[in-house]
Protein backbone atom coordinates (compact mmCIF):
# COMPACT_ATOMS: atom_id res chain seq x y z
CA UNK A 1 0.00 0.00 0.00
CA UNK A 2 1.44 3.35 -1.01
CA UNK A 3 0.95 5.76 1.24
CA UNK A 4 3.28 8.93 1.50
CA UNK A 5 4.90 9.76 4.49
CA UNK A 6 4.97 13.16 6.08
CA UNK A 7 8.04 12.33 7.97
CA UNK A 8 10.64 9.81 7.33
CA UNK A 9 12.05 8.05 10.13
CA UNK A 10 15.03 6.53 9.23
CA UNK A 11 15.86 3.38 11.24
CA UNK A 12 19.54 2.91 12.12
CA UNK A 13 18.45 -0.02 14.66
CA UNK A 14 17.36 1.56 18.15
CA UNK A 15 15.14 -0.15 20.40
CA UNK A 16 13.36 2.90 20.57
CA UNK A 17 12.84 3.42 16.60
CA UNK A 18 8.93 2.14 16.21
CA UNK A 19 7.91 4.91 19.41
CA UNK A 20 9.02 7.47 17.47
CA UNK A 21 7.22 6.55 14.69
CA UNK A 22 4.46 6.67 17.53
CA UNK A 23 4.92 9.70 18.96
CA UNK A 24 4.62 11.35 15.40
CA UNK A 25 1.15 9.93 14.68
CA UNK A 26 0.41 11.02 17.51
CA UNK A 27 1.35 14.27 16.98
CA UNK A 28 -0.76 14.06 13.71
CA UNK A 29 1.92 13.27 11.72
CA UNK A 30 1.60 10.43 9.18
CA UNK A 31 5.25 8.77 10.07
CA UNK A 32 7.09 5.80 8.31
CA UNK A 33 10.30 3.75 9.15
CA UNK A 34 12.61 3.43 6.36
CA UNK A 35 15.94 1.84 6.23
CA UNK A 36 19.11 3.53 5.61
CA UNK A 37 19.22 2.11 2.43
CA UNK A 38 15.81 2.56 0.48
CA UNK A 39 15.46 6.22 1.62
CA UNK A 40 15.80 6.93 -1.48
CA UNK A 41 12.82 5.00 -2.55
CA UNK A 42 10.04 6.98 -0.25
CA UNK A 43 8.23 9.50 -1.76
CA UNK A 44 9.89 12.89 -0.74
CA UNK A 45 8.88 13.59 3.07
CA UNK A 46 8.83 17.01 4.87
CA UNK A 47 10.83 16.21 7.81
CA UNK A 48 13.48 13.51 8.55
CA UNK A 49 14.63 11.81 11.77
CA UNK A 50 17.25 10.22 12.16
CA UNK A 51 17.28 7.39 14.96
CA UNK A 52 19.74 5.92 17.36
CA UNK A 53 21.06 2.61 17.09
CA UNK A 54 23.79 0.28 18.69
CA UNK A 55 26.49 0.48 16.63
CA UNK A 56 29.46 3.38 16.57
CA UNK A 57 29.81 5.93 13.26
CA UNK A 58 33.74 5.10 13.57
CA UNK A 59 32.77 1.61 12.52
CA UNK A 60 33.80 0.64 9.80
CA UNK A 61 30.60 -0.67 8.35
CA UNK A 62 28.48 1.60 10.47
CA UNK A 63 24.81 2.31 8.89
CA UNK A 64 25.41 5.09 6.43
CA UNK A 65 23.25 7.24 4.63
CA UNK A 66 22.95 9.45 1.45
CA UNK A 67 23.81 12.69 2.68
CA UNK A 68 23.96 14.59 0.13
CA UNK A 69 20.32 13.42 -0.99
CA UNK A 70 19.48 13.86 2.41
CA UNK A 71 20.65 17.48 2.52
CA UNK A 72 19.67 18.08 -0.60
CA UNK A 73 15.82 17.46 0.61
CA UNK A 74 15.75 21.07 2.24
CA UNK A 75 13.69 19.97 5.20
CA UNK A 76 13.82 19.87 8.95
CA UNK A 77 16.44 16.70 9.89
CA UNK A 78 16.27 15.74 13.71
CA UNK A 79 19.25 13.18 14.53
CA UNK A 80 19.20 11.19 17.87
CA UNK A 81 21.57 9.52 19.46
CA UNK A 82 23.74 7.65 16.44
CA UNK A 83 21.50 9.94 14.56
CA UNK A 84 23.01 13.22 16.15
CA UNK A 85 26.53 11.80 15.80
CA UNK A 86 26.19 10.58 12.20
CA UNK A 87 24.89 14.14 10.99
CA UNK A 88 27.81 15.85 12.86
CA UNK A 89 30.30 13.55 11.30
CA UNK A 90 28.65 14.13 8.15
CA UNK A 91 29.04 18.15 8.21
CA UNK A 92 32.37 17.72 8.99
CA UNK A 93 32.48 17.01 13.10
CA UNK A 94 34.13 14.55 15.02
CA UNK A 95 32.92 11.70 16.48
CA UNK A 96 35.15 9.66 19.05
CA UNK A 97 33.90 6.19 20.90
CA UNK A 98 33.27 7.07 24.68
CA UNK A 99 34.41 4.57 27.28
CA UNK A 100 31.53 3.44 28.82
CA UNK A 101 28.10 3.91 27.87
CA UNK A 102 26.19 6.08 29.45
CA UNK A 103 22.61 4.99 30.15
CA UNK A 104 19.26 5.94 31.89
CA UNK A 105 18.59 9.95 33.39
CA UNK A 106 20.08 13.20 33.22
CA UNK A 107 19.85 16.53 33.39
CA UNK A 108 19.17 18.41 30.94
CA UNK A 109 19.88 21.89 30.35
CA UNK A 110 18.72 24.36 26.76
CA UNK A 111 21.14 26.73 26.01
CA UNK A 112 20.61 30.15 24.23
CA UNK A 113 16.68 30.06 22.49
CA UNK A 114 16.84 27.24 20.11
CA UNK A 115 13.12 27.14 18.23
CA UNK A 116 13.65 23.35 19.34
CA UNK A 117 13.60 23.57 22.81
CA UNK A 118 10.83 26.45 22.72
CA UNK A 119 8.54 26.23 26.43
CA UNK A 120 10.59 24.20 27.97
CA UNK A 121 12.06 24.35 31.27
CA UNK A 122 15.58 25.47 31.97
CA UNK A 123 16.21 21.86 33.46
CA UNK A 124 13.98 18.92 33.19
CA UNK A 125 15.03 14.72 33.22
CA UNK A 126 16.37 13.34 29.56
CA UNK A 127 17.33 9.35 29.04
CA UNK A 128 20.42 8.95 27.64
CA UNK A 129 21.42 5.30 26.18
CA UNK A 130 24.85 6.09 24.40
CA UNK A 131 28.69 5.74 23.83
CA UNK A 132 30.14 7.98 20.90
CA UNK A 133 30.03 11.39 21.70
CA UNK A 134 30.68 14.32 19.56
CA UNK A 135 34.04 16.39 20.69
CA UNK A 136 34.28 18.73 18.15
CA UNK A 137 31.62 19.92 16.15
CA UNK A 138 31.56 21.09 12.55
CA UNK A 139 31.99 24.97 11.86
CA UNK A 140 28.84 26.89 11.75
CA UNK A 141 27.38 24.42 14.35
CA UNK A 142 26.29 25.85 17.75
CA UNK A 143 25.33 23.72 21.40
CA UNK A 144 22.19 24.39 22.03
CA UNK A 145 21.63 22.20 25.74
CA UNK A 146 23.38 20.71 27.81
CA UNK A 147 24.22 17.63 30.26
CA UNK A 148 24.30 18.69 34.19
CA UNK A 149 27.87 18.40 33.67
CA UNK A 150 27.96 20.68 31.37
CA UNK A 151 28.27 18.18 28.02
CA UNK A 152 26.99 19.54 25.13
CA UNK A 153 23.95 17.09 24.47
CA UNK A 154 21.97 19.02 21.61
CA UNK A 155 23.53 20.79 18.53
CA UNK A 156 22.06 22.73 15.91
CA UNK A 157 24.42 22.26 13.01
CA UNK A 158 22.55 24.62 10.46
CA UNK A 159 19.06 26.23 10.62
CA UNK A 160 16.94 23.09 10.33
CA UNK A 161 19.25 20.58 11.23
CA UNK A 162 19.42 19.55 14.50
CA UNK A 163 20.89 16.36 16.65
CA UNK A 164 19.94 15.54 20.21
CA UNK A 165 22.29 13.12 22.50
CA UNK A 166 18.82 12.12 24.60
CA UNK A 167 15.70 9.54 23.46
CA UNK A 168 12.91 12.03 23.35
CA UNK A 169 10.74 9.49 22.07
CA UNK A 170 10.67 7.73 25.39
CA UNK A 171 8.32 8.89 28.35
CA UNK A 172 11.92 9.06 30.74
CA UNK A 173 12.33 11.99 28.96
CA UNK A 174 10.03 13.99 30.83
CA UNK A 175 9.96 16.93 27.87
CA UNK A 176 10.63 15.02 24.89
CA UNK A 177 7.17 15.79 23.91
CA UNK A 178 7.68 19.45 23.46
CA UNK A 179 10.89 18.58 21.93
CA UNK A 180 8.99 16.64 18.89
CA UNK A 181 6.56 19.11 18.92
CA UNK A 182 8.91 22.08 18.67
CA UNK A 183 10.19 19.91 15.59
CA UNK A 184 7.25 19.52 13.80
CA UNK A 185 6.47 23.24 14.21
CA UNK A 186 9.14 23.50 11.60
CA UNK A 187 7.88 21.06 8.77
CA UNK A 188 5.92 22.64 6.24
CA UNK A 189 2.70 20.29 6.42
CA UNK A 190 0.02 20.86 9.09
CA UNK A 191 -1.00 17.74 11.11
CA UNK A 192 -3.49 15.34 9.42
CA UNK A 193 -3.04 12.06 10.69
CA UNK A 194 -6.00 10.83 12.49
CA UNK A 195 -7.90 7.60 12.20
CA UNK A 196 -10.99 9.31 10.54
CA UNK A 197 -9.04 10.67 7.88
CA UNK A 198 -6.43 6.94 7.41
CA UNK A 199 -9.72 5.32 7.80
CA UNK A 200 -10.73 7.09 4.21
CA UNK A 201 -7.08 6.13 2.62
CA UNK A 202 -7.05 2.77 3.71
CA UNK A 203 -10.49 2.33 1.93
CA UNK A 204 -9.72 3.62 -1.13
CA UNK A 205 -6.73 2.39 -0.97
CA UNK A 206 -7.92 -1.26 -0.45
CA UNK A 207 -10.70 -0.45 -3.37
CA UNK A 208 -7.95 0.35 -5.62
CA UNK A 209 -5.39 -2.43 -4.72
CA UNK A 210 -8.45 -4.93 -4.38
CA UNK A 211 -10.31 -4.00 -8.26
CA UNK A 212 -12.54 -5.91 -8.95
CA UNK A 213 -10.95 -9.30 -7.79
CA UNK A 214 -12.39 -11.42 -5.05
CA UNK A 215 -10.60 -11.30 -1.52
CA UNK A 216 -10.06 -14.03 0.59
CA UNK A 217 -9.81 -13.03 4.21
CA UNK A 218 -8.81 -16.02 7.14
CA UNK A 219 -10.89 -15.05 10.40
CA UNK A 220 -10.49 -16.05 14.14
CA UNK A 221 -12.08 -13.98 15.95
CA UNK A 222 -9.08 -12.02 17.29
CA UNK A 223 -8.73 -8.34 16.84
CA UNK A 224 -6.88 -8.20 13.63
CA UNK A 225 -8.49 -10.31 11.76
CA UNK A 226 -11.90 -9.38 12.60
CA UNK A 227 -10.89 -5.50 11.76
CA UNK A 228 -9.20 -6.63 8.65
CA UNK A 229 -12.80 -8.56 7.60
CA UNK A 230 -14.93 -5.41 8.61
CA UNK A 231 -12.31 -2.80 6.50
CA UNK A 232 -12.72 -5.12 3.73
CA UNK A 233 -16.45 -5.27 4.19
CA UNK A 234 -16.54 -1.73 3.78
CA UNK A 235 -14.17 -1.16 0.80
CA UNK A 236 -17.17 -2.61 -0.37
CA UNK A 237 -14.78 -5.62 -2.35
CA UNK A 238 -15.46 -9.23 -3.35
CA UNK A 239 -15.30 -10.74 0.22
CA UNK A 240 -14.83 -14.28 1.59
CA UNK A 241 -14.45 -14.13 5.42
CA UNK A 242 -13.11 -17.87 6.20
CA UNK A 243 -13.31 -19.51 9.65
CA UNK A 244 -11.74 -23.09 10.37
CA UNK A 245 -12.52 -24.38 13.56
CA UNK A 246 -9.98 -26.22 14.65
CA UNK A 247 -11.41 -28.10 18.04
CA UNK A 248 -8.91 -26.30 19.34
CA UNK A 249 -11.07 -22.92 20.01
CA UNK A 250 -11.89 -22.22 23.67
CA UNK A 251 -15.84 -22.84 25.64
CA UNK A 252 -18.67 -21.43 23.34
CA UNK A 253 -15.93 -19.49 20.80
CA UNK A 254 -17.04 -20.60 17.55
CA UNK A 255 -20.77 -19.42 18.46
CA UNK A 256 -19.40 -16.07 19.77
CA UNK A 257 -17.46 -15.50 16.89
CA UNK A 258 -20.43 -16.67 14.23
CA UNK A 259 -22.96 -14.04 16.29
CA UNK A 260 -19.74 -11.28 16.06
CA UNK A 261 -20.01 -11.54 12.20
CA UNK A 262 -24.03 -11.93 12.45
CA UNK A 263 -24.11 -8.41 14.26
CA UNK A 264 -21.42 -7.13 11.86
CA UNK A 265 -23.27 -8.08 8.74
CA UNK A 266 -20.54 -9.73 7.48
CA UNK A 267 -21.05 -13.90 5.91
CA UNK A 268 -18.72 -15.77 7.88
CA UNK A 269 -18.09 -19.55 6.08
CA UNK A 270 -17.49 -21.30 8.94
CA UNK A 271 -15.64 -25.00 8.55
CA UNK A 272 -15.98 -27.85 10.96
CA UNK A 273 -12.39 -28.99 11.25
CA UNK A 274 -11.95 -30.23 14.49
CA UNK A 275 -11.62 -34.05 14.06
CA UNK A 276 -9.05 -33.17 11.22
CA UNK A 277 -6.62 -31.50 13.71
CA UNK A 278 -7.18 -33.53 16.97
CA UNK A 279 -6.72 -36.74 14.62
CA UNK A 280 -3.37 -35.30 13.25
CA UNK A 281 -2.31 -34.79 16.83
CA UNK A 282 -3.34 -37.75 18.73
CA UNK A 283 -0.46 -39.40 20.61
CA UNK A 284 2.29 -36.70 19.82
CA UNK A 285 3.86 -35.09 22.49
CA UNK A 286 6.79 -33.05 21.11
CA UNK A 287 5.74 -29.83 21.23
CA UNK A 288 7.02 -28.22 17.68
CA UNK A 289 5.60 -31.40 16.14
CA UNK A 290 2.19 -30.69 17.37
CA UNK A 291 2.78 -27.12 15.87
CA UNK A 292 3.93 -28.28 12.80
CA UNK A 293 1.08 -30.39 12.39
CA UNK A 294 -1.33 -27.84 13.14
CA UNK A 295 -0.07 -25.43 10.90
CA UNK A 296 0.15 -27.68 7.87
CA UNK A 297 -3.35 -29.15 8.65
CA UNK A 298 -4.72 -25.27 8.81
CA UNK A 299 -2.99 -24.60 6.11
CA UNK A 300 -4.48 -27.61 4.14
CA UNK A 301 -8.18 -27.24 5.31
CA UNK A 302 -8.12 -22.85 4.93
CA UNK A 303 -7.12 -23.44 1.01
CA UNK A 304 -9.53 -26.65 0.40
CA UNK A 305 -12.51 -24.51 1.92
CA UNK A 306 -11.81 -21.13 -0.31
CA UNK A 307 -10.87 -23.24 -3.49
CA UNK A 308 -9.04 -20.82 -5.77
CA UNK A 309 -7.38 -18.10 -4.12
CA UNK A 310 -7.26 -15.01 -6.38
CA UNK A 311 -6.29 -12.52 -3.87
CA UNK A 312 -5.46 -13.38 -0.53
CA UNK A 313 -5.89 -10.59 2.82
CA UNK A 314 -3.70 -11.01 6.13
CA UNK A 315 -4.03 -9.28 9.06
CA UNK A 316 0.02 -8.15 9.27
CA UNK A 317 0.57 -4.96 11.36
CA UNK A 318 3.15 -2.57 11.32
CA UNK A 319 5.37 -4.23 14.19
CA UNK A 320 5.00 -7.27 12.42
CA UNK A 321 6.95 -5.83 9.27
CA UNK A 322 9.51 -3.83 10.62
CA UNK A 323 10.32 -6.89 13.04
CA UNK A 324 10.58 -9.54 10.18
CA UNK A 325 13.00 -6.65 8.55
CA UNK A 326 15.11 -5.73 11.04
CA UNK A 327 16.00 -8.60 13.41
CA UNK A 328 15.24 -12.24 13.87
CA UNK A 329 13.01 -11.79 17.24
CA UNK A 330 10.48 -14.10 18.65
CA UNK A 331 7.26 -11.83 17.43
CA UNK A 332 8.84 -12.33 13.68
CA UNK A 333 9.37 -16.40 13.99
CA UNK A 334 5.66 -16.52 15.74
CA UNK A 335 4.30 -14.77 12.21
CA UNK A 336 7.10 -16.86 10.40
CA UNK A 337 4.84 -19.82 11.43
CA UNK A 338 1.83 -18.19 11.14
CA UNK A 339 1.62 -15.75 7.80
CA UNK A 340 5.03 -17.02 5.68
CA UNK A 341 4.70 -21.07 5.28
CA UNK A 342 5.76 -21.89 1.48
CA UNK A 343 1.73 -21.55 -0.07
CA UNK A 344 1.27 -18.03 1.17
CA UNK A 345 4.72 -17.21 0.10
CA UNK A 346 4.13 -18.29 -3.49
CA UNK A 347 1.31 -16.05 -3.58
CA UNK A 348 3.26 -12.81 -2.26
CA UNK A 349 5.85 -13.37 -5.00
CA UNK A 350 2.90 -13.49 -7.67
CA UNK A 351 1.40 -10.67 -6.06
CA UNK A 352 -1.75 -11.78 -4.64
CA UNK A 353 -1.39 -11.51 -0.93
CA UNK A 354 -2.57 -7.73 0.32
CA UNK A 355 -1.60 -6.65 4.48
CA UNK A 356 -4.32 -3.59 4.39
CA UNK A 357 -2.89 -3.15 8.35
CA UNK A 358 -0.02 -3.61 7.90
CA UNK A 359 0.97 0.68 8.44
CA UNK A 360 -0.43 0.13 11.73
CA UNK A 361 0.21 -0.07 15.66
CA UNK A 362 -2.03 -2.13 17.68
CA UNK A 363 -3.65 0.44 19.12
CA UNK A 364 -4.39 2.12 15.80
CA UNK A 365 -5.82 -1.05 14.24
CA UNK A 366 -7.85 -1.37 17.72
CA UNK A 367 -9.06 2.57 17.32
CA UNK A 368 -9.74 1.87 13.19
CA UNK A 369 -11.84 -1.30 14.58
CA UNK A 370 -14.21 1.50 17.35
CA UNK A 371 -14.58 3.69 14.34
CA UNK A 372 -16.18 0.36 11.92
CA UNK A 373 -18.92 0.31 15.35
CA UNK A 374 -16.93 -3.71 16.29
CA UNK A 375 -17.69 -4.17 20.10
CA UNK A 376 -15.53 -3.66 22.63
CA UNK A 377 -15.47 -6.97 23.92
CA UNK A 378 -13.67 -8.15 20.67
CA UNK A 379 -11.06 -5.25 20.09
CA UNK A 380 -9.90 -5.60 23.79
CA UNK A 381 -9.47 -9.34 23.54
CA UNK A 382 -6.30 -11.07 25.07
CA UNK A 383 -4.24 -12.63 22.78
CA UNK A 384 -4.74 -16.19 22.04
CA UNK A 385 -2.21 -18.14 19.86
CA UNK A 386 -3.32 -19.81 16.51
CA UNK A 387 -2.68 -23.14 17.38
CA UNK A 388 -5.73 -22.65 20.31
CA UNK A 389 -5.72 -24.89 23.30
CA UNK A 390 -3.04 -27.07 21.55
CA UNK A 391 -0.19 -25.13 22.96
CA UNK A 392 -2.07 -24.85 26.32
CA UNK A 393 -2.11 -28.96 26.84
CA UNK A 394 1.18 -30.13 26.69
CA UNK A 395 1.90 -33.57 25.92
CA UNK A 396 -0.76 -35.48 24.14
CA UNK A 397 -3.90 -33.69 23.60
CA UNK A 398 -6.89 -35.43 23.92
CA UNK A 399 -11.05 -34.57 23.99
CA UNK A 400 -11.39 -35.16 27.81
CA UNK A 401 -8.21 -32.56 28.40
CA UNK A 402 -9.67 -30.04 26.50
CA UNK A 403 -12.67 -30.20 28.16
CA UNK A 404 -10.62 -29.68 31.23
CA UNK A 405 -9.27 -26.69 29.99
CA UNK A 406 -12.29 -25.15 28.74
CA UNK A 407 -14.22 -25.49 31.78
CA UNK A 408 -11.53 -24.37 33.88
CA UNK A 409 -10.62 -21.07 31.30
CA UNK A 410 -14.10 -20.11 31.01
CA UNK A 411 -14.47 -20.00 35.11
CA UNK A 412 -10.88 -17.95 35.24
CA UNK A 413 -12.30 -15.64 32.61
CA UNK A 414 -15.66 -14.75 33.97
CA UNK A 415 -13.97 -14.04 37.40
CA UNK A 416 -11.04 -11.90 35.55
CA UNK A 417 -14.25 -9.80 33.79
CA UNK A 418 -16.24 -9.74 37.15
CA UNK A 419 -13.51 -8.46 39.26
CA UNK A 420 -12.11 -5.73 36.89
CA UNK A 421 -8.68 -7.51 36.36
CA UNK A 422 -9.28 -8.74 32.39
CA UNK A 423 -8.76 -5.70 30.82
CA UNK A 424 -5.50 -4.71 33.31
CA UNK A 425 -3.45 -8.30 32.28
CA UNK A 426 -2.02 -8.83 29.26
CA UNK A 427 -3.01 -12.72 28.63
CA UNK A 428 -4.44 -15.04 31.18
CA UNK A 429 -5.12 -18.50 30.61
CA UNK A 430 -6.16 -22.24 32.05
CA UNK A 431 -3.92 -24.88 31.17
CA UNK A 432 -3.22 -28.26 31.78
CA UNK A 433 -0.40 -29.57 33.44
CA UNK A 434 0.86 -33.19 31.88
CA UNK A 435 1.12 -34.78 35.43
CA UNK A 436 -1.37 -36.58 37.97
CA UNK A 437 -1.54 -36.40 41.36
CA UNK A 438 -2.92 -38.12 44.34
CA UNK A 439 -5.82 -35.93 46.48
CA UNK A 440 -8.58 -36.54 48.34
CA UNK A 441 -12.18 -37.09 47.33
CA UNK A 442 -14.76 -37.84 50.14
CA UNK A 443 -13.21 -40.20 51.88
CA UNK A 444 -11.52 -41.81 48.49
CA UNK A 445 -8.05 -41.07 47.08
CA UNK A 446 -8.14 -39.52 43.66
CA UNK A 447 -5.29 -39.64 41.15
CA UNK A 448 -5.99 -36.60 38.70
CA UNK A 449 -5.08 -34.16 36.32
CA UNK A 450 -3.79 -30.61 37.61
CA UNK A 451 -4.48 -26.61 35.85
CA UNK A 452 -1.86 -23.74 35.68
CA UNK A 453 -3.89 -20.79 35.65
CA UNK A 454 -1.21 -17.94 34.04
CA UNK A 455 -1.71 -14.41 34.18
CA UNK A 456 0.98 -11.83 33.04
CA UNK A 457 1.48 -8.21 32.23
CA UNK A 458 3.88 -7.65 29.44
CA UNK A 459 4.26 -4.65 26.75
CA UNK A 460 5.14 -6.87 23.48
CA UNK A 461 4.92 -10.18 24.48
CA UNK A 462 9.06 -10.93 24.56
CA UNK A 463 9.04 -10.07 28.13
CA UNK A 464 6.14 -11.00 30.73
CA UNK A 465 5.83 -10.89 34.57
CA UNK A 466 2.76 -12.80 36.67
CA UNK A 467 0.38 -11.24 38.17
CA UNK A 468 0.17 -10.68 41.78
CA UNK A 469 -3.89 -11.21 42.21
CA UNK A 470 -5.09 -10.73 45.85
CA UNK A 471 -5.18 -13.81 47.33
CA UNK A 472 -8.89 -14.16 47.67
CA UNK A 473 -9.40 -13.88 44.60
CA UNK A 474 -6.75 -16.82 43.41
CA UNK A 475 -8.86 -18.45 46.51
CA UNK A 476 -12.38 -17.73 44.80
CA UNK A 477 -11.62 -19.06 41.36
CA UNK A 478 -9.26 -22.45 42.22
CA UNK A 479 -12.56 -23.50 44.50
CA UNK A 480 -14.90 -22.80 41.97
CA UNK A 481 -12.64 -24.61 39.33
CA UNK A 482 -12.38 -27.57 42.05
CA UNK A 483 -15.61 -27.67 42.64
CA UNK A 484 -16.64 -27.77 39.11
CA UNK A 485 -14.45 -29.60 36.98
CA UNK A 486 -14.25 -32.89 36.43
CA UNK A 487 -11.09 -34.70 36.33
CA UNK A 488 -8.76 -32.77 38.43
CA UNK A 489 -7.63 -32.61 41.90
CA UNK A 490 -5.27 -29.30 41.97
CA UNK A 491 -4.67 -25.89 40.75
CA UNK A 492 -1.12 -24.11 40.47
CA UNK A 493 -0.99 -20.89 39.66
CA UNK A 494 2.37 -20.16 37.89
CA UNK A 495 4.72 -17.36 39.50
CA UNK A 496 7.42 -17.72 36.35
CA UNK A 497 8.26 -14.29 34.49
CA UNK A 498 9.47 -14.75 30.53
CA UNK A 499 12.01 -15.43 30.37
CA UNK A 500 12.84 -17.86 31.45
CA UNK A 501 9.68 -19.25 31.21
CA UNK A 502 7.49 -18.43 27.78
CA UNK A 503 3.64 -17.23 28.43
CA UNK A 504 2.18 -20.45 26.80
CA UNK A 505 2.82 -23.66 28.29
CA UNK A 506 3.08 -26.09 24.89
P1 LIG B 1 5.27 -17.37 24.28
O1 LIG B 1 4.57 -18.60 24.74
O2 LIG B 1 6.26 -17.63 23.18
O3 LIG B 1 4.15 -16.44 23.64
O4 LIG B 1 5.88 -16.59 25.40
C1 LIG B 1 4.30 -15.10 23.31
C2 LIG B 1 2.99 -14.59 22.74
O5 LIG B 1 2.74 -15.16 21.46
C3 LIG B 1 1.52 -15.87 21.46
N1 LIG B 1 1.74 -17.05 20.62
C4 LIG B 1 1.27 -17.19 19.38
N2 LIG B 1 0.50 -16.40 18.64
N3 LIG B 1 0.55 -17.98 16.88
C5 LIG B 1 0.12 -16.80 17.37
O6 LIG B 1 -0.61 -16.09 16.69
C6 LIG B 1 1.34 -18.83 17.57
O7 LIG B 1 1.71 -19.90 17.10
C7 LIG B 1 1.71 -18.42 18.89
N4 LIG B 1 2.46 -18.98 19.87
C8 LIG B 1 2.46 -18.13 20.93
C9 LIG B 1 1.25 -16.18 22.91
O8 LIG B 1 -0.14 -16.39 23.15
C10 LIG B 1 1.78 -14.93 23.58
O9 LIG B 1 0.86 -13.87 23.49
Do not use: W
Given at each position: MDISPQIAVID?????TQLIVRRLREAGYFAKLCHPDNF??????KGVILSGG????????APDIDFDYLRGLGVPILGICYGMQLLNKKHGGRVEPGTTREYGPAEFRPEGDSVLFD????SSQIWMSHS???TQLPEGAKVIGRNEEGVPVAIQLSENVFGIQ?????????EGKVVIENFLS????????NMDSFKEILINSVRREVGEREVVCGVSGGVDSTVLAVLLDRAGVKLRAIYV???????DETAEVVGQFKKLGIKLEVIDAGSRFLGAI????DPEEKRRRIGNVFVDVFFDAADHVELLAQGTLYPDVIESATSGSIASTIKTHHNRVPRILELQEQGR????????FKDEVRALGESFGIARDILYRHPFPGPGLGVRVPGEVTAAKLKIVREGDAIFMRHLKESGWYDKVWQAYCGLLPIKTVGVKGDERSYEWAVSLRAVTSEDAMTADWVEFPPELLRRISNEILNN?????RVFYDVSTKPPASIELE
Open positions: FGSQYKQVPVPPRSVSDEDKMSGDTCFHPEVTHSHLVDDPPRFDNGLMRMAGIDVIEPLAELVKGIN
